[in-house]
């Protein structure tokens, strides 16, 4: 299998060294043979090619198995006036892999609880698969700009709709069966359409129950109660705030994995951490959102389901033992705690 | 002073009810002179009128100096095909009397701090002053719709991003003088003219610290450390979804007011929780939020600060003697939460 590695900013390469020595470890154990290669994207990309996201690595990564990116942006490349910035990497990429669902599965380890801003008793339970849709809504809209005036539009098709929905209602078969898609149909359009076919695409799924939530009364039941819902699916600008919200929860983003896939098995993985440039090279990043980000690779675009099962249990274990990264108030570096893995894993 | 009292539907009528009887009180005992008059809004007003916003509850609302409003909605009412929506009427009343600030105060009560789904130690020093831009975005933006595709534009101009900014720095000159502007500025064209305008306006505001957040952050800020924040500001759809998942912070949302100015004086004020549709009726809904509502249009239009602040004092008494309703855990009823106010103000 070819993995493309994209390590782009700050951290970014710190965690995703650790991420592949993992699979390197796997691939090893379990005599699957992977080749990696590295790419350039982002800030660092900008500095050396003059593009966020240049043609060598688009290519790469369409002829890849998989990609595994650690992150992107730093405070050198983050004036809005600037043309060029690492974001925009990161947008091309996705859309250009067609990857419309974004999974983001948020759960709270015991040994963690004290670390969540969230009573200990609310956390019990929580076990939340995020489906974000990643390629479409304003992100990805028409923009215009004049001296005083900007818009944005927010666009959705039928088809788009349907098919990041079907996506999560076949991950709640897998889990909970229970789909509970967020919009704001009181308000918006594209809400309504949104909310129209989840209404339709319920139908082929008789075995999944539905729920609606409005976007902002579902920011506040993700606090009150976290543990009731099991796949929420939404459009794109919702998706990235209330991931980001439920990541709170989690008590640290060092810990979280996303995957986002297209029609095929090819995959963009990247932990949903940013690149912190305040503490990158330094050593201290946390690799386990990396690592499980890898584990995510394994499991759905190698096929490799027990080998993704066999790195969480480790991190899981990991976890029990108290190595902690400084993020999870511990003093373990990235090396220490990617260590840990590997023999957890052994 | 006139008083254009908008019930509308759900617990709306008890609530506003428990608002009018303190407003009531305080013309009494200051010597003030209010005259109240009831409208129609919301779904109520589609079933009598075949409009959520009748004419003539438009132009009394223009002539009045202030109107408060209980709130809109309801199941029989929320098909998203129906051509008209009770919220609908919310809508073109703020963007007809102009109130471009939606101002939504949170503070944690420290009696009610076990209700917060926060941990404890993390809700002190709580208290967030919100500045929802409320009269364009997303709300206001053309919308397309056909079979299979549907549009919400955004659109902000330079003037209306600067008028709910110099709201926002006015305000922090009142409390902490530090001001977050909240965008998406790494992807939206109206969040990069929001940032520039958001740095050009601080400049009028030398004595104001201004930073700014990304949305997904904020969310996440929001609980990691909410006692970091002071005056918050952002656009309508950011606003929408931030103040509530703030809200949640508190407790209980049937605490919590709002009120919502333009230009002038005149104000439009409303508790932020909604109909509750499966409470109407029964007399145990909480008073407070209208209450609290209240306090802000003695503040805001009738320029009576002191009778403001008794107000809420009032409130704080009746929350430290533990007459809670049900949403605070407690038994007391709407008319026992309101007299307990009336009696803490005499
Ligand atoms: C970096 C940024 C463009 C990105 C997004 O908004 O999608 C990030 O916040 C995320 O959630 O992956
Ligand atoms: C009822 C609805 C249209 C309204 C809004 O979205 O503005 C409400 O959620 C609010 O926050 O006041």
Same mark, same amino acid.
């Given at each position: 299998a070819r993995i493309a590695v994209l390590p782009g900013d700050g951290i970014g390469p710190e965690v995703t060294a650790a991420a592949v020595s993992v699979l390197r470890h796997v691939a090893a154990h379990g005599d699957h043979d992977f080749e990696f290669s590295e790419h350039a994207i982002g800030g660092c990309a900008i500095d050396a090619h003059g593009d966020p996201l240049p043609a060598e690595t688009l290519i790469v990564c369409k002829q890849a198995d998989a990609v595994l990116l650690g992150a992107v942006g730093g405070p050198q490349w983050s004036d809005p006036k600037a043309k060029l910035r690492p974001e925009q990497g990161l947008l091309r990429l996705? +859309? /250009?892999l067609g990857v419309f669902a974004n999974l983001r599965p948020v759960r709270v380890h015991a040994r963690l609880a004290e670390l969540s801003p969230l009573k200990t008793e609310r956390l019990s339970g929580v #076990? =939340?698969?995020f489906v974000r849709e990643l390629t479409g809504g304003a992100y990805f809209g028409a923009k *215009?700009?004049? +001296? #005083?005036?900007? *818009?944005d539009e927010t666009r959705y098709t039928t088809a788009e709709i349907e098919r990041v929905l079907r996506r999560a209602f076949q991950l709640a078969r897998t889990r909970g069966r229970r789909v509970t898609s967020v #919009?704001? +149909?009181n308000v918006l359009e594209t809400s309504r359409l949104w909310r129209e076919t989840a209404q339709r695409v319920a139908h082929e799924f008789p075995d999944? +129950? =539905? /729920?609606?939530q409005l976007v902002d009364s579902m920011a506040m039941l993700l606090l009150t109660r976290p543990a009731a819902y099991d796949v929420i699916v939404t459009e794109n600008l919702f998706g990235d705030i209330l991931t980001d919200e439920a990541a709170a929860l989690a008590g640290s983003l060092g810990l979280l994995p996303s995957a986002? =896939? %297209?029609e095929g098995t090819r995959g963009l993985y990247e932990p949903i951490h940013g690149s912190a440039p305040d503490i990158a090279g330094r050593g201290v990043a946390n690799p386990l959102g990396a690592i499980l980000s890898a584990a995510l690779l394994l499991r759905h675009s190698l096929g490799l389901a027990g080998e993704a099962a066999a790195? /969480?249990?480790a991190v899981d274990r990991v976890i029990d033992a108290g190595v902690f990264t400084r993020d999870l108030g511990g003093s373990? %570096?990235?090396r220490e705690a990617t260590a840990a893995v590997l023999a957890a894993l052994s």
């Amino acid at each position: 299998a070819r993995i493309a590695v994209l390590p782009g900013d700050g951290i970014g390469p710190e965690v995703t060294a650790a991420a592949v020595s993992v699979l390197r470890h796997v691939a090893a154990h379990g005599d699957h043979d992977f080749e990696f290669s590295e790419h350039a994207i982002g800030g660092c990309a900008i500095d050396a090619h003059g593009d966020p996201l240049p043609a060598e690595t688009l290519i790469v990564c369409k002829q890849a198995d998989a990609v595994l990116l650690g992150a992107v942006g730093g405070p050198q490349w983050s004036d809005p006036k600037a043309k060029l910035r690492p974001e925009q990497g990161l947008l091309r990429l996705r +859309a /250009e892999l067609g990857v419309f669902a974004n999974l983001r599965p948020v759960r709270v380890h015991a040994r963690l609880a004290e670390l969540s801003p969230l009573k200990t008793e609310r956390l019990s339970g929580v #076990d =939340l698969m995020f489906v974000r849709e990643l390629t479409g809504g304003a992100y990805f809209g028409a923009k *215009t700009r004049t +001296a #005083d005036t900007a *818009t944005d539009e927010t666009r959705y098709t039928t088809a788009e709709i349907e098919r990041v929905l079907r996506r999560a209602f076949q991950l709640a078969r897998t889990r909970g069966r229970r789909v509970t898609s967020v #919009d704001k +149909a009181n308000v918006l359009e594209t809400s309504r359409l949104w909310r129209e076919t989840a209404q339709r695409v319920a139908h082929e799924f008789p075995d999944v +129950a =539905l /729920e609606h939530q409005l976007v902002d009364s579902m920011a506040m039941l993700l606090l009150t109660r976290p543990a009731a819902y099991d796949v929420i699916v939404t459009e794109n600008l919702f998706g990235d705030i209330l991931t980001d919200e439920a990541a709170a929860l989690a008590g640290s983003l060092g810990l979280l994995p996303s995957a986002s =896939l %297209g029609e095929g098995t090819r995959g963009l993985y990247e932990p949903i951490h940013g690149s912190a440039p305040d503490i990158a090279g330094r050593g201290v990043a946390n690799p386990l959102g990396a690592i499980l980000s890898a584990a995510l690779l394994l499991r759905h675009s190698l096929g490799l389901a027990g080998e993704a099962a066999a790195v /969480e249990q480790a991190v899981d274990r990991v976890i029990d033992a108290g190595v902690f990264t400084r993020d999870l108030g511990g003093s373990a %570096g990235t090396r220490e705690a990617t260590a840990a893995v590997l023999a957890a894993l052994s």
